[in-house]
């Protein structure tokens, strides 16, 4: 079963989400702010499971992609929430979160929630903390004062908006200051030539995870999306060793 399905969530906001079953454990896609399912990455990997008879779950968060919700109201909190829920109803056995840029943000929150059940985690050019290290103390005064911060977009003609929820939400899940509680295998994948998130925020990563079983890879030329050929591959190279216990 892989085409588009709906899981409603308490307050009756439907989340979209795709699904196949498979051997190992499931891989469970998370993507950036404002991207969903649709990516190339994510797309990638659900082809590739598919491929090669492996279990693999892509959600769209509320408020993104063909899920319901308002995109101003979503939070780091809202869309954990809505991942661990679906995780809870339409998988079984040990899970591998991959997150992308925020999803990379989200995937440890996931993880911590886990526990037991968290098999592994791959980060691709990973942001946690990005609306501390993100932003200026200006924008902070805004968005403190309930105002929405705009910036530039390089990836589509509209300004990505901040919200003020979002932000307070953010502010109080800071995680690079403090041990981070996940044991399992852990693989960072980075572009230095990243323009959105500083490659050195995945080796802050690495040394605030509690995990020994850690290891980051840089990719010189690789820019922040790494949805290039070659990045896919190593993607793809990373999750099957990982998921095959021998990365």
């Not at 995109?71 to 954990?80: D, I, K, N």
């Not at 908006?161 to 979002?166: L, S, V």
């Not at 790494?226 to 095959?244: F, G, H, P, W, Y």
Request: aromatic share 8%.
């Amino acid at each position: 079963m892989s085409e588009i399905q709906f899981h409603t969530m308490p307050d009756g906001r439907r989340i979209a989400y795709r699904f196949v079953a498979g051997d190992g454990p499931t891989l469970v896609f998370l993507p950036g702010y404002m991207s969903d399912m649709a990516g190339g990455k994510a797309t990638a990997l659900f082809d590739w499971a598919q491929a090669h008879e492996r279990s693999c779950l892509l959600l769209d968060y509320s408020g993104c992609g063909q899920s319901e919700g308002n995109f101003a109201e979503g939070t780091l909190s809202r869309w954990r929430d809505e991942v661990l829920a679906l995780i809870e109803t339409v998988v079984e056995g040990p899970v591998i979160v991959i997150g992308s840029s925020m999803g990379g943000w989200l995937m440890l929150t996931v993880g911590i929630a886990l526990g037991s059940r968290l098999a592994g985690v791959i980060g691709i050019a990973s942001a946690p903390d990005f609306t501390d290290w993100g932003r200026d103390e200006a924008d902070k005064a805004r968005l403190l004062t309930g105002e929405t911060v705009y910036d530039d977009n390089p990836y589509g003609p509209e300004p990505t908006p901040m919200h003020p929820g979002f932000f307070a939400d953010g502010q109080a899940q800071l995680l690079l200051g403090r041990t981070i509680a996940i044991d399992a295998p852990v693989r960072l994948i980075h572009g230095q030539g990243d323009a959105d998130v500083p490659w050195e925020i995945s080796m802050r990563l690495a040394q605030s995870l509690r995990s020994d079983n850690v290891q980051v890879t840089l990719v010189k030329d690789g820019d922040h999306r790494l949805s290039r050929e070659q990045d896919i591959s190593l993607l793809l190279c990373t999750v099957n060793a990982l998921s095959k216990g021998t990365a």
